[in-house]
Protein backbone atom coordinates (compact mmCIF):
# COMPACT_ATOMS: atom_id res chain seq x y z
CA UNK A 1 0.00 0.00 0.00
CA UNK A 2 2.49 2.42 0.29
CA UNK A 3 4.63 1.71 -2.70
CA UNK A 4 0.89 2.80 -4.41
CA UNK A 5 0.97 5.76 -2.43
CA UNK A 6 4.59 6.81 -3.03
CA UNK A 7 3.38 6.27 -6.54
CA UNK A 8 0.62 8.38 -5.96
CA UNK A 9 2.25 11.35 -4.55
CA UNK A 10 5.06 11.30 -7.87
CA UNK A 11 2.25 11.11 -9.80
CA UNK A 12 0.51 14.16 -8.31
CA UNK A 13 4.00 16.27 -7.71
CA UNK A 14 5.13 15.47 -11.60
CA UNK A 15 1.25 16.94 -12.77
CA UNK A 16 2.48 20.11 -10.77
CA UNK A 17 6.21 20.04 -12.62
CA UNK A 18 8.54 18.44 -9.90
CA UNK A 19 11.08 16.62 -11.21
CA UNK A 20 12.59 12.89 -9.50
CA UNK A 21 16.06 13.77 -8.64
CA UNK A 22 17.55 10.68 -6.94
CA UNK A 23 20.69 12.51 -5.54
CA UNK A 24 19.53 13.92 -2.21
CA UNK A 25 22.19 16.48 -2.09
CA UNK A 26 20.94 17.87 -5.36
CA UNK A 27 16.92 17.63 -4.50
CA UNK A 28 15.18 20.73 -3.43
CA UNK A 29 12.01 18.55 -1.62
CA UNK A 30 12.73 15.37 0.11
CA UNK A 31 9.77 13.44 0.65
CA UNK A 32 10.02 10.25 3.01
CA UNK A 33 7.01 7.85 2.65
CA UNK A 34 6.94 5.85 5.97
CA UNK A 35 5.61 2.84 7.79
CA UNK A 36 4.78 2.34 10.95
CA UNK A 37 3.83 -1.50 11.32
CA UNK A 38 6.93 -2.22 13.01
CA UNK A 39 9.22 -0.64 15.55
CA UNK A 40 12.57 -0.77 13.55
CA UNK A 41 10.81 0.79 10.29
CA UNK A 42 9.96 3.57 12.83
CA UNK A 43 13.82 3.55 13.74
CA UNK A 44 15.12 3.69 10.45
CA UNK A 45 13.01 6.34 9.57
CA UNK A 46 14.16 8.80 12.53
CA UNK A 47 17.91 7.70 11.82
CA UNK A 48 17.55 9.09 8.32
CA UNK A 49 16.34 12.09 9.41
CA UNK A 50 18.85 12.33 11.44
CA UNK A 51 21.39 12.25 8.30
CA UNK A 52 19.38 15.04 6.90
CA UNK A 53 20.14 17.29 9.17
CA UNK A 54 23.94 18.57 7.54
CA UNK A 55 22.23 18.42 3.91
CA UNK A 56 18.97 21.17 5.86
CA UNK A 57 22.29 22.93 7.23
CA UNK A 58 23.92 23.27 4.05
CA UNK A 59 20.86 24.28 2.30
CA UNK A 60 17.98 25.77 5.01
CA UNK A 61 15.74 26.53 1.93
CA UNK A 62 15.57 22.88 0.93
CA UNK A 63 12.11 21.34 2.19
CA UNK A 64 12.28 18.20 4.13
CA UNK A 65 9.12 16.27 4.45
CA UNK A 66 7.82 13.14 5.93
CA UNK A 67 4.55 11.18 4.95
CA UNK A 68 2.50 8.15 5.59
CA UNK A 69 2.13 6.18 8.65
CA UNK A 70 5.01 7.72 11.14
CA UNK A 71 3.57 10.98 10.36
CA UNK A 72 0.48 9.64 11.29
CA UNK A 73 1.01 8.69 14.42
CA UNK A 74 3.90 11.04 15.61
CA UNK A 75 2.53 14.24 14.17
CA UNK A 76 3.03 17.52 15.74
CA UNK A 77 5.17 15.37 18.25
CA UNK A 78 7.47 14.45 15.35
CA UNK A 79 8.04 18.23 14.19
CA UNK A 80 9.29 19.63 17.69
CA UNK A 81 11.65 16.06 17.99
CA UNK A 82 13.14 16.80 14.07
CA UNK A 83 14.05 20.66 14.36
CA UNK A 84 14.75 20.63 10.92
CA UNK A 85 11.92 18.51 9.59
CA UNK A 86 9.51 20.80 7.48
CA UNK A 87 6.88 18.88 6.71
CA UNK A 88 4.42 15.57 8.41
CA UNK A 89 1.61 14.43 6.55
CA UNK A 90 -0.63 11.30 7.19
CA UNK A 91 -1.69 8.79 4.59
CA UNK A 92 -5.66 10.86 4.22
CA UNK A 93 -3.57 14.14 3.08
CA UNK A 94 -1.22 12.53 0.39
CA UNK A 95 -3.56 13.84 -2.39
CA UNK A 96 -2.35 17.15 -1.01
CA UNK A 97 1.20 16.79 -0.89
CA UNK A 98 2.10 19.39 -3.86
CA UNK A 99 0.02 21.82 -2.00
CA UNK A 100 1.53 21.29 1.03
CA UNK A 101 4.84 21.53 -0.48
CA UNK A 102 4.03 24.78 -1.86
CA UNK A 103 2.19 26.26 1.50
CA UNK A 104 5.82 25.71 3.09
CA UNK A 105 7.93 27.06 0.82
CA UNK A 106 5.81 30.41 -0.04
CA UNK A 107 4.43 30.65 4.16
CA UNK A 108 7.78 29.62 5.43
CA UNK A 109 5.93 27.82 7.82
CA UNK A 110 6.26 24.16 9.40
CA UNK A 111 3.09 21.91 8.60
CA UNK A 112 1.26 19.34 10.10
CA UNK A 113 -1.36 17.61 8.49
CA UNK A 114 -2.53 14.38 10.02
CA UNK A 115 -6.40 14.60 10.04
CA UNK A 116 -8.33 11.11 9.59
CA UNK A 117 -11.09 11.57 6.47
CA UNK A 118 -13.93 10.50 9.00
CA UNK A 119 -16.81 11.05 7.02
CA UNK A 120 -19.04 8.24 5.77
CA UNK A 121 -17.93 4.75 4.09
CA UNK A 122 -17.25 5.75 0.98
CA UNK A 123 -14.50 7.18 -0.66
CA UNK A 124 -13.24 8.39 -4.00
CA UNK A 125 -9.79 7.96 -5.21
CA UNK A 126 -8.78 7.58 -8.74
CA UNK A 127 -6.03 6.45 -10.18
CA UNK A 128 -3.20 8.76 -11.74
CA UNK A 129 -2.48 6.50 -14.79
CA UNK A 130 1.01 7.80 -15.82
CA UNK A 131 2.72 4.99 -16.58
CA UNK A 132 1.26 1.58 -16.15
CA UNK A 133 3.72 -1.68 -15.10
CA UNK A 134 2.62 -5.25 -16.51
CA UNK A 135 1.57 -5.62 -12.65
CA UNK A 136 -0.22 -2.96 -11.20
CA UNK A 137 -1.63 -2.61 -7.34
CA UNK A 138 -4.49 -0.55 -7.17
CA UNK A 139 -6.04 0.60 -3.71
CA UNK A 140 -9.31 -0.29 -3.86
CA UNK A 141 -9.77 0.42 0.54
CA UNK A 142 -8.37 2.36 3.33
CA UNK A 143 -8.43 1.56 7.05
CA UNK A 144 -9.52 -1.00 9.19
CA UNK A 145 -12.69 -2.00 11.75
CA UNK A 146 -10.55 -5.04 13.64
CA UNK A 147 -8.76 -3.98 16.64
CA UNK A 148 -5.92 -6.48 16.56
CA UNK A 149 -4.01 -5.90 20.07
CA UNK A 150 -0.49 -5.85 18.26
CA UNK A 151 -1.76 -3.54 15.27
CA UNK A 152 -0.93 -0.10 14.79
CA UNK A 153 -3.19 0.01 11.68
CA UNK A 154 -6.48 1.14 12.27
CA UNK A 155 -4.87 4.25 14.72
CA UNK A 156 -2.64 5.34 11.31
CA UNK A 157 -5.03 4.31 8.74
CA UNK A 158 -8.42 4.84 10.62
CA UNK A 159 -11.74 2.95 9.90
CA UNK A 160 -12.60 1.40 6.71
CA UNK A 161 -13.75 3.37 3.63
CA UNK A 162 -14.26 2.11 0.12
CA UNK A 163 -14.12 2.94 -3.28
CA UNK A 164 -16.81 2.17 -5.23
CA UNK A 165 -16.91 -0.35 -8.16
CA UNK A 166 -17.07 1.68 -10.87
CA UNK A 167 -14.44 4.02 -9.66
CA UNK A 168 -12.38 1.24 -9.20
CA UNK A 169 -13.28 -0.85 -12.86
CA UNK A 170 -12.60 2.38 -14.55
CA UNK A 171 -9.08 2.48 -13.54
CA UNK A 172 -8.60 -1.16 -14.40
CA UNK A 173 -9.35 -0.48 -17.75
CA UNK A 174 -7.19 2.98 -18.05
CA UNK A 175 -4.47 0.93 -16.70
CA UNK A 176 -5.04 -2.47 -19.02
CA UNK A 177 -5.12 0.23 -21.88
CA UNK A 178 -1.81 1.25 -21.23
CA UNK A 179 -0.22 -2.15 -21.13
CA UNK A 180 -1.43 -3.61 -17.37
CA UNK A 181 -2.14 -7.24 -17.19
CA UNK A 182 -2.38 -7.92 -13.74
CA UNK A 183 -4.03 -6.10 -10.84
CA UNK A 184 -3.68 -6.56 -7.62
CA UNK A 185 -6.05 -4.86 -5.34
CA UNK A 186 -5.27 -3.51 -1.90
CA UNK A 187 -6.94 -3.02 1.25
CA UNK A 188 -5.91 -3.53 4.92
CA UNK A 189 -8.74 -6.66 5.72
CA UNK A 190 -9.83 -6.73 1.69
CA UNK A 191 -12.48 -8.85 2.86
CA UNK A 192 -15.19 -6.54 4.16
CA UNK A 193 -14.09 -4.60 1.16
CA UNK A 194 -17.74 -2.60 0.53
CA UNK A 195 -18.99 -2.85 4.33
CA UNK A 196 -21.48 0.25 4.48
CA UNK A 197 -21.78 0.97 0.88
CA UNK A 198 -23.80 -1.83 -0.24
CA UNK A 199 -20.78 -3.69 -2.49
CA UNK A 200 -19.01 -6.76 -2.38
CA UNK A 201 -15.49 -8.28 -3.21
CA UNK A 202 -16.61 -10.87 -5.09
CA UNK A 203 -18.93 -8.25 -7.00
CA UNK A 204 -15.72 -6.53 -7.75
CA UNK A 205 -13.81 -9.32 -8.66
CA UNK A 206 -16.44 -10.77 -11.37
CA UNK A 207 -16.95 -6.98 -12.62
CA UNK A 208 -12.89 -7.01 -12.76
CA UNK A 209 -12.91 -10.48 -14.64
CA UNK A 210 -14.85 -9.16 -17.67
CA UNK A 211 -12.54 -6.34 -18.39
CA UNK A 212 -11.48 -6.91 -21.80
CA UNK A 213 -7.46 -7.53 -22.07
CA UNK A 214 -7.20 -7.87 -18.13
CA UNK A 215 -4.94 -11.10 -17.81
CA UNK A 216 -4.54 -11.56 -14.08
CA UNK A 217 -6.46 -10.83 -10.72
CA UNK A 218 -4.94 -11.06 -7.09
CA UNK A 219 -5.96 -9.15 -3.74
CA UNK A 220 -4.99 -8.92 -0.38
CA UNK A 221 -4.71 -8.94 2.43
CA UNK A 222 -7.24 -11.69 3.69
CA UNK A 223 -8.54 -12.14 7.58
CA UNK A 224 -9.82 -15.58 8.15
CA UNK A 225 -13.03 -14.61 9.90
CA UNK A 226 -14.13 -12.15 6.59
CA UNK A 227 -12.84 -14.87 4.13
CA UNK A 228 -16.42 -16.12 2.99
CA UNK A 229 -17.85 -18.54 1.24
CA UNK A 230 -18.58 -16.19 -2.39
CA UNK A 231 -14.68 -15.79 -2.18
CA UNK A 232 -14.23 -19.05 -1.58
CA UNK A 233 -15.76 -20.51 -4.36
CA UNK A 234 -14.34 -18.10 -6.63
CA UNK A 235 -11.00 -19.71 -6.97
CA UNK A 236 -12.85 -22.24 -8.75
CA UNK A 237 -14.99 -20.15 -11.04
CA UNK A 238 -13.48 -17.21 -11.81
CA UNK A 239 -11.62 -17.56 -14.46
CA UNK A 240 -9.00 -14.60 -13.95
CA UNK A 241 -8.64 -15.07 -10.45
CA UNK A 242 -5.14 -16.43 -9.83
CA UNK A 243 -4.69 -19.55 -7.50
CA UNK A 244 -3.11 -17.91 -5.16
CA UNK A 245 -3.93 -16.26 -1.41
CA UNK A 246 -2.61 -14.68 1.07
CA UNK A 247 -4.15 -15.41 4.38
CA UNK A 248 -2.21 -14.42 7.72
CA UNK A 249 -2.67 -16.99 10.31
CA UNK A 250 0.07 -15.35 12.74
CA UNK A 251 -0.21 -18.08 15.60
CA UNK A 252 -1.39 -21.29 15.38
CA UNK A 253 -2.35 -21.18 19.53
CA UNK A 254 -6.06 -20.50 20.39
CA UNK A 255 -5.16 -18.78 23.51
CA UNK A 256 -2.31 -16.67 21.45
CA UNK A 257 -5.20 -15.77 19.01
CA UNK A 258 -7.60 -14.45 21.87
CA UNK A 259 -4.86 -12.53 23.06
CA UNK A 260 -4.52 -10.89 19.74
CA UNK A 261 -7.99 -10.58 19.05
CA UNK A 262 -7.75 -12.47 15.98
CA UNK A 263 -11.47 -13.49 16.10
CA UNK A 264 -10.52 -16.72 14.89
CA UNK A 265 -9.38 -19.95 16.22
CA UNK A 266 -7.26 -22.48 14.80
CA UNK A 267 -9.98 -24.87 13.64
CA UNK A 268 -11.51 -22.23 12.06
CA UNK A 269 -8.82 -21.31 9.92
CA UNK A 270 -7.92 -24.61 8.64
CA UNK A 271 -11.01 -25.75 7.90
CA UNK A 272 -10.76 -22.57 5.37
CA UNK A 273 -7.72 -23.79 4.44
CA UNK A 274 -9.43 -26.73 3.20
CA UNK A 275 -12.75 -25.16 1.95
CA UNK A 276 -9.72 -23.37 -0.57
CA UNK A 277 -7.91 -26.37 -1.36
CA UNK A 278 -11.69 -27.84 -2.26
CA UNK A 279 -12.35 -25.10 -4.23
CA UNK A 280 -8.95 -24.76 -6.54
CA UNK A 281 -7.10 -27.97 -5.22
CA UNK A 282 -3.68 -26.15 -6.28
CA UNK A 283 -4.36 -22.90 -5.10
CA UNK A 284 -0.80 -21.47 -3.64
CA UNK A 285 -1.40 -20.07 -0.38
CA UNK A 286 1.32 -17.50 2.09
CA UNK A 287 0.57 -16.44 5.13
CA UNK A 288 2.01 -13.89 8.16
CA UNK A 289 3.26 -15.34 11.31
CA UNK A 290 4.24 -13.57 14.65
CA UNK A 291 6.91 -15.08 16.88
CA UNK A 292 6.93 -14.54 20.87
CA UNK A 293 3.74 -12.29 21.32
CA UNK A 294 3.40 -11.37 25.09
CA UNK A 295 3.09 -14.49 26.75
CA UNK A 296 3.49 -17.80 24.30
CA UNK A 297 5.00 -20.17 25.65
CA UNK A 298 6.82 -23.48 23.96
CA UNK A 299 3.18 -25.25 24.14
CA UNK A 300 2.03 -21.79 22.10
CA UNK A 301 4.35 -21.82 19.59
CA UNK A 302 4.69 -25.71 18.91
CA UNK A 303 0.97 -25.35 17.86
CA UNK A 304 2.13 -22.47 15.41
CA UNK A 305 4.60 -24.83 14.06
CA UNK A 306 2.16 -27.72 13.52
CA UNK A 307 -0.25 -25.20 11.82
CA UNK A 308 3.05 -24.61 9.22
CA UNK A 309 3.59 -27.94 8.83
CA UNK A 310 -0.14 -29.12 8.15
CA UNK A 311 -0.74 -26.43 5.50
CA UNK A 312 2.67 -26.19 3.87
CA UNK A 313 2.26 -22.48 2.55
CA UNK A 314 4.08 -21.40 -0.36
CA UNK A 315 5.70 -18.13 1.46
CA UNK A 316 5.33 -16.91 4.84
CA UNK A 317 6.23 -13.58 6.23
CA UNK A 318 7.43 -13.88 9.64
CA UNK A 319 8.64 -11.51 12.35
CA UNK A 320 9.11 -11.16 15.91
CA UNK A 321 6.86 -9.35 17.79
CA UNK A 322 7.30 -6.13 17.88
CA UNK A 323 5.05 -3.65 20.36
CA UNK A 324 3.76 -0.57 18.90
CA UNK A 325 2.43 2.38 20.99
CA UNK A 326 -0.96 2.28 21.87
CA UNK A 327 -2.10 -1.00 21.20
CA UNK A 328 -3.32 -3.32 23.67
CA UNK A 329 -1.12 -5.55 23.68
CA UNK A 330 1.97 -3.35 24.79
CA UNK A 331 0.05 -3.53 28.09
CA UNK A 332 -0.39 -7.63 28.55
CA UNK A 333 3.32 -7.67 30.54
CA UNK A 334 4.77 -11.47 29.88
CA UNK A 335 6.75 -10.24 27.00
CA UNK A 336 9.34 -13.09 25.46
CA UNK A 337 13.05 -12.09 25.69
CA UNK A 338 14.18 -11.58 22.48
CA UNK A 339 16.23 -14.51 22.84
CA UNK A 340 13.76 -16.82 22.57
CA UNK A 341 11.89 -14.89 20.02
CA UNK A 342 15.05 -15.69 17.79
CA UNK A 343 15.15 -18.72 18.51
CA UNK A 344 11.80 -19.18 17.29
CA UNK A 345 11.73 -17.14 14.39
CA UNK A 346 14.43 -19.77 13.27
CA UNK A 347 12.74 -22.86 13.91
CA UNK A 348 9.71 -21.52 11.77
CA UNK A 349 11.86 -20.21 9.11
CA UNK A 350 13.40 -23.59 9.15
CA UNK A 351 9.91 -25.23 8.45
CA UNK A 352 8.66 -23.51 5.95
CA UNK A 353 11.87 -22.79 4.10
CA UNK A 354 12.72 -26.57 3.51
CA UNK A 355 8.50 -27.11 2.43
CA UNK A 356 9.29 -24.32 0.07
CA UNK A 357 12.28 -25.57 -1.28
CA UNK A 358 10.78 -28.72 -1.74
CA UNK A 359 7.54 -27.37 -3.83
CA UNK A 360 10.08 -25.25 -6.35
CA UNK A 361 11.54 -28.92 -6.92
CA UNK A 362 8.23 -30.04 -8.69
CA UNK A 363 8.13 -27.21 -10.88
CA UNK A 364 11.35 -28.41 -12.28
CA UNK A 365 11.06 -29.66 -16.08
CA UNK A 366 7.93 -28.13 -15.96
CA UNK A 367 6.55 -25.08 -19.19
CA UNK A 368 4.59 -22.51 -17.29
CA UNK A 369 3.61 -19.10 -18.12
CA UNK A 370 5.45 -16.10 -16.41
CA UNK A 371 4.69 -12.60 -16.91
CA UNK A 372 7.78 -11.08 -17.41
CA UNK A 373 7.56 -7.27 -15.20
CA UNK A 374 11.33 -6.76 -14.97
CA UNK A 375 14.94 -6.70 -16.22
CA UNK A 376 17.95 -7.20 -13.47
CA UNK A 377 19.96 -4.50 -13.07
CA UNK A 378 22.78 -6.07 -14.75
CA UNK A 379 20.79 -6.75 -17.75
CA UNK A 380 21.77 -10.78 -17.38
CA UNK A 381 18.28 -12.05 -16.81
CA UNK A 382 14.25 -11.15 -16.88
CA UNK A 383 12.21 -11.72 -13.90
CA UNK A 384 8.01 -12.58 -13.88
CA UNK A 385 5.81 -14.60 -11.49
CA UNK A 386 3.33 -17.43 -12.41
CA UNK A 387 -0.22 -17.22 -11.46
CA UNK A 388 0.64 -19.00 -7.96
CA UNK A 389 2.96 -15.78 -7.84
CA UNK A 390 6.12 -17.69 -7.92
CA UNK A 391 9.38 -15.61 -8.83
CA UNK A 392 11.13 -16.77 -12.07
CA UNK A 393 14.02 -15.73 -14.09
CA UNK A 394 14.31 -16.23 -17.39
CA UNK A 395 17.71 -16.65 -18.86
CA UNK A 396 17.32 -16.24 -22.58
CA UNK A 397 14.56 -13.18 -22.97
CA UNK A 398 15.34 -9.66 -24.34
CA UNK A 399 13.58 -6.43 -23.14
CA UNK A 400 10.51 -6.65 -25.45
CA UNK A 401 9.26 -9.94 -23.10
CA UNK A 402 8.28 -6.94 -20.31
CA UNK A 403 4.83 -6.75 -19.68
CA UNK A 404 4.25 -10.12 -22.14
CA UNK A 405 3.00 -13.39 -20.65
CA UNK A 406 5.19 -16.17 -21.91
CA UNK A 407 6.09 -19.67 -21.64
CA UNK A 408 8.89 -20.88 -19.63
CA UNK A 409 10.46 -24.57 -19.30
CA UNK A 410 11.69 -24.32 -15.56
CA UNK A 411 14.96 -26.11 -14.99
CA UNK A 412 16.41 -24.63 -11.70
CA UNK A 413 15.38 -23.57 -8.52
CA UNK A 414 16.00 -22.77 -4.68
CA UNK A 415 13.85 -21.89 -1.93
CA UNK A 416 13.31 -17.88 -3.05
CA UNK A 417 12.48 -18.25 -7.05
CA UNK A 418 12.63 -20.63 -10.17
CA UNK A 419 15.03 -20.22 -12.98
CA UNK A 420 14.36 -21.21 -16.60
CA UNK A 421 13.95 -20.80 -20.26
CA UNK A 422 11.67 -19.08 -23.02
CA UNK A 423 10.68 -22.36 -24.53
CA UNK A 424 11.76 -22.60 -28.03
CA UNK A 425 15.44 -20.41 -27.64
CA UNK A 426 18.38 -22.55 -26.97
CA UNK A 427 19.44 -23.82 -23.34
CA UNK A 428 22.74 -23.48 -21.48
CA UNK A 429 23.14 -24.59 -17.66
CA UNK A 430 22.72 -22.33 -14.96
CA UNK A 431 24.48 -22.43 -11.47
CA UNK A 432 21.98 -21.81 -8.70
CA UNK A 433 24.17 -20.52 -5.16
CA UNK A 434 21.46 -21.51 -2.21
CA UNK A 435 18.96 -19.17 -1.03
CA UNK A 436 19.91 -16.32 -3.94
CA UNK A 437 17.69 -14.61 -5.63
CA UNK A 438 20.49 -14.13 -8.42
CA UNK A 439 22.11 -16.11 -10.78
CA UNK A 440 25.75 -16.92 -10.72
CA UNK A 441 27.70 -16.69 -13.99
CA UNK A 442 28.09 -19.41 -16.11
CA UNK A 443 25.66 -18.47 -18.75
CA UNK A 444 26.80 -18.05 -22.17
CA UNK A 445 26.06 -14.94 -23.37
CA UNK A 446 25.09 -16.80 -26.61
CA UNK A 447 21.54 -17.52 -24.92
CA UNK A 448 20.29 -13.97 -24.96
CA UNK A 449 17.89 -14.12 -27.73
CA UNK A 450 15.53 -11.38 -28.19
CA UNK A 451 11.75 -12.38 -27.67
CA UNK A 452 11.10 -10.76 -30.55
S1 LIG B 1 -7.09 -7.06 10.53
FE1 LIG B 1 -5.00 -6.63 9.87
S2 LIG B 1 -4.90 -4.38 9.59
FE2 LIG B 1 -6.75 -4.83 10.79
S3 LIG B 1 -6.10 -4.59 12.94
FE3 LIG B 1 -5.89 -6.79 12.41
S4 LIG B 1 -3.75 -7.02 11.69
FE4 LIG B 1 -4.24 -4.81 11.70
Not at 335 to 353: D, F
Amino acid sequence: MNVYDSDRMQSILNAKGFRSEPELRKADVILINTCSIRDKSEHKVLSLLGELKGLKQKDPKKVIAISGCVGQRMGRTLLQRVPHLDLVLGPDAIDRVAELIESVVDRGERLVEAKFDTEGRKYSQPCLVNRAKPSEFLTIMKGCDHFCTYCIVPFVRGREKSRSIEEIIQDVKNLVAKGTQEVTFLGQNINTYGKGTGQKLSELIEAANKVEGLKRIRYLTSHPRDLGEDLITQFGTVEKLCPQLHLPFQSGSNRILKAMARLYTQELYLNKIELLRKACPDIALSTDVIVGFPGETEEDFEQTLKVLSEVKFSSAFMFKYSPRPGTKAMDLGEEVCESVKEERLARAQRVVYSQIELENLKYRNQIIPVLIESMDKKKKFFSGRTTHSKLVHVMNVGEASVGKIIDVEITDSNVSCLKGFYVGAPKTSIKLTANSGGVESGISSSVSAPLD
